[in-house]
């Protein structure tokens, strides 16, 4: 039952990340709903490296389907959905943000990281 649950639970918040392009909230990228979007430093530019237990604490941001790339944002090819990308680093939610704002993944591990202050930059001159 358990497995069932946690199952259930991970499937329904991938399904829910579905978003459209990222945008800068308040100095960093996030969804349109405002939740906080994270690079992961042992990703390659067009590649994720986050699989298993990795993507239960670090859920994809899918696109929408019929997302196009658009400047800096891209999709890349991640376990038979689109993700979105940022110059071909995956981007990714935390289970750990509870509310649209939250940063709490910032740094964990020394891997993980918002992208923001010179972000902003990227999603208009295109540099981060």
């Not at 906080?36 to 990795?54: A, E, L």
């Not at 740094?107 to 010179?118: M, R």
Request: glycine share 14%; proline share 5%.
């Amino acid at each position: 039952m358990t497995k069932h649950f946690i199952s259930l639970a991970l499937l329904t918040l991938l399904t829910a990340a579905a978003q459209a392009q990222p945008v800068v909230r308040d100095g960093v990228l996030a969804d349109a709903a405002g939740r906080t979007v994270y690079i992961f430093d042992k990703d390659t530019p067009g590649k994720s490296n986050c699989s298993g237990g990795c993507l239960t604490a670090w859920p994809a941001f899918v696109a929408k389907e019929g997302a196009a790339p658009v400047g800096d944002f891209t999709l890349i090819d991640a376990n038979g959905a689109k993700q979105w990308a940022v110059k071909g680093k995956p981007l990714y939610y935390f289970v750990g943000d509870t509310k649209p704002g939250d940063r709490n993944g910032e740094g964990s591990g020394g891997v993980w990281h918002t992208v923001g202050g010179a972000a902003k930059a990227s999603a208009t001159t295109g540099s981060y």
